[in-house]
């Protein structure tokens, strides 16, 4: 994927799916081109369909069975009650490591300018 990490990818990945699918119920392949859509150009179909199976298995997404007149029956999921209660926790964890990260990108690169409220801190230790 260019531009993008796979490991962060990794770690957000089961985020992205169950926000991708609580806007509605779709099969594997839709959810990849979706979030092909969304930026994530590079995105295998290897690494999402493993991964909705995870979700599955821990019960955060139900499937059901469609017949498709294009082939095979397509598998659309859905997410569950805990499903929806997990993708709560995430966007908030989310939420929370982005601000902070942002925090840390925000701050001068300069090593040799400090952190002022830190200086001052040990100043008053020395001191003391």
Do not use: C
Request: hydrophobic share 40%; aromatic share 6%.
């Amino acid at each position: 994927m260019a531009g993008h990490d796979t490991q962060v990818l990794k770690g957000i990945l089961s985020m992205l799916l169950l926000r991708v699918l609580a806007a509605h119920e779709d099969y594997g392949y839709s959810v990849v081109v979706r979030l092909r859509e969304l930026g994530f150009e590079g995105l295998a179909e290897g690494t999402v369909y493993p991964a909705l199976t995870r979700l599955e298995g821990k019960g955060l997404l139900a499937s059901r069975l469609v017949a498709s007149a294009a082939g095979p029956a397509r598998k659309y999921y859905r997410p569950t009650e805990a499903g929806r209660a997990e993708l709560d926790r995430a966007t908030g964890a989310w939420i929370e490591l982005s601000a902070n990260v942002d925090r840390v990108m925000a701050r001068s690169t300069d090593p040799n300018q400090h952190d002022h409220d830190h200086d001052h801190d040990e100043r008053e230790q020395v001191t003391s």
